[in-house]
T-cell receptor
Framework: NAGVMQNPRHLVRRRGQEARLRCSPV?????VYWYRQLPEEGLKFMVY????????ESGMPKERFSAEFPKEGPSILRIQQVVRGDSAAYFC??????????????FGSGTQLSVL | AQKITQTQPGMFVQEKEAVTLDCTYDTSDPSYGLFWYKQPSSGEMIFLIYQGSYDQQNATEGRYSLNFQKARKSANLVISASQLGDSAMYFCAMREGSGAGSYQLTFGKGTKLSVIP
């Protein structure tokens, strides 16, 4: 039983480049969440997706950031024209049933993005 | 206002001793859930324990227990018989049960626990 798989584990980009972060949820899970963790901070919600739908992107910056969860394949978090302030750990989480209070999120190991 | 407050940036505990990590929360929703996650130095987030707002008893999972004081809005994590492998960041999180975004988990800033041999 594979858990949430994220890759790459570490990603280094120069300012202005694009970063693509991939997430494969737990098999059978159809709800995916992306969180960002800045140094010395807790995780901050970015976006919630179901297959082919963005349900809530209220935590995502309006520009340069986008996310998708296609019918086939992993969820992708895309950051265009990265800046140094985008350096953070990006976590993907999944669960099988959103809305239940007790439904815990299963997290991946995160992608550490470093912008030079 | 902060929804989840963890006032202890860092804690030390002697191996085999018990330790309490503090968490207070703020919500006006009568229906909510509280979670604790552990983040070791390797980075992954590991679920430890859950407490629902309507649960009558404090949650326990092995060496972890949650001291839930609803009137005080606190949900402290108690780790008994600390082990060296317990050294990690610990995050308290809340999910509120109604309204938009009820699927979201809101996290505190975390407490770094160091277990001393």
């Amino acid at each position: 039983n594979a858990g949430v798989m994220q890759n790459p584990r570490h990603l280094v980009r120069r300012r202005g480049q694009e970063a693509r972060l991939r997430c494969s949820p737990v098999k059978g899970h159809s709800h995916v969440y992306w969180y960002r963790q800045l140094p010395e901070e807790g995780l901050k919600f970015m976006v919630y997706l179901q297959k082919e739908n963005i349900i809530d992107e209220s935590g995502m910056p309006k520009e340069r950031f986008s996310a998708e969860f296609p019918k086939e394949g992993p969820s992708i978090l895309r950051i265009q024209q990265v800046v140094r302030g985008d350096s953070a750990a990006y976590f993907c989480a999944s669960n099988g049933l959103a809305g239940g209070l007790q439904e815990k999120l299963f997290f991946g190991s995160g992608t550490q993005l470093s912008v030079l | 206002a902060q929804k989840i407050t963890q006032t202890q940036p860092g804690m030390f505990v002697q191996e085999k001793e018990a330790v309490t990590l503090d968490c207070t929360y703020d919500t006006s929703d009568p229906s909510y859930g509280l979670f604790w996650y552990k983040q070791p130095s390797s980075g992954e987030m590991i679920f430890l324990i859950y407490q629902g707002s309507y649960d009558q008893q404090n949650a326990t999972e092995g060496r972890y227990s949650l001291n839930f004081q609803k009137a005080r809005k606190s949900a402290n994590l108690v780790i008994s018989a600390s082990q060296l492998g317990d050294s990690a960041m610990y995050f308290c999180a809340m999910r509120e049960g109604s309204g938009a975004g009820s699927y979201q988990l809101t996290f505190g800033k975390g407490t770094k626990l160091s277990v001393i041999p």
